[in-house]
């Protein structure tokens, strides 16, 4: 109306006042028997509004409703799942910060190795999460309209209706993405957008759904080792015939539910392959699935995860054990570095040390007992100039490195920022109604 065509105020009003008013069992009723979901809405809206059923769908086709709602809906389904998101990356930054100098054992090929702290292993998840995040808004910034573009993108139907004035219906072009919250507008389409920004929303939830299994996997081993444990609610049975079991249900619920998230990429890179020309019907129905599932499995595995992140449970106690059994074998290059200080020869402690240590480890292994490699360095009298020295050489602080300061500036100069624009929605916990 507001570019010259003969579409009165009464129309508007009309179709305006109808809005809600749908009746979706005569709609159900024309589509079964006019075959087009689309068609069915337009006869009854217009069923509605009697004076503004000439105009209803003028010069439109039915992308031009269906595949600009389906971007309204992607970029409102982002915006659901971002501040979720920054939720539980909030609640791992709080754990992070709290166990930032908690020493334990690091695992590499899930094989004891050098020490890092509880926090800093926590910080390893939460970057990947900041990684996803950053994606996350990346691809819902990177949303375009489809805009008012015609039957196959040509927008001839408009120019016909504008009687050849370009600039009118570029004006309509623009006025229509203006008006559904979009910037931009996709300059060239065919019939649909094109199926490959399917492929990159769902790229990217695919990405977080690998982030989290990698999370829930790691506290699922971690509960196996008795380290750390998911929330256990006081009446919760682990297991139906083994009473005493604590199952990490809840990251395995997420690791389930990530497993499918992942898998749903291979959607729309195969409709995206097979779109010939200016579109086919075969995206339809599978586009209706993939795309709703993704954005659902995303939203309810983020929920467990931020309720998990909160009630993190930590065993001291048997993180400083494991450390006991593994960390006499990681002192022994600051035993020989000790010793060589106080004026022994290297190769001859290292000779004394390799002994000692085969020794305890036969102990370990073969008869099932303590890692006694200390008991036998304070027995052997060529290690007395150090046996005062032996307690602070095995402080377990000593060994990770620059872990809590890292977690410090990571949290600080990292986090904290990307946390910045969610900071009104980090409130409320989760309670799973399981």
Known sequence: QSLGLPITDEQIQEMEANLDNIDFKMAAEEEK???HDVMAHVHTFAHCCPKAAAIIHLGATSCYVGDNTDLIVLRDGFNLLLPKLARVISR?????????????????????AQLTTVGKRCCLWIQDLCMDLQKLERARDDLRFRGVKGTTGTQASFLQL????????????RLVTAKAGFKRAYIVTGQTY??????????????????????CT????????????EPFEKDQIGS????YKRN????????????????LILDPLQTASVQWFERTLDDSANRRVCLAEAFLTADIILSTLQNISEGLVVYPKVIERRIRQELPFMATENIIMAMVKAGGNRQDCHEKIRVLSQQAAAVVKQEGGDNDLIARVRADPYFSPIHGRLESLLDPSSFTGRAPQQVAKFLKEEVQPALMPYQSKMGGKIELAL
């Open 92 to 112: 791992l930054a709080d754990f992070a910060e709290k166990y930032a100098d908690l020493p334990t054992l690091g695992f590499t090929h899930y094989q004891p």
């Open 248 to 263: 990490p249900m809840r990251s395995e619920r997420c690791c389930s539910l990530a497993r499918h998230l992942m898998t």
């Open 240 to 243: 139906s015939a083994m009473p």
């Open 194 to 215: 094109s199926r490959k920004v399917d492929i990159e929303v769902l790229s990217v939830l695919a990405s977080l759904g690998a982030s989290i299994h990698k999370i």
């Open 33 to 35: 028997k006019l075959r």
């Open 162 to 173: 504008f009687e050849g004035d370009h600039s009118k219906v570029e004006e309509l072009d």
């Open 218 to 229: 790691d506290i699922r081993l971690l509960a196996n080792l008795k380290e750390i444990e």
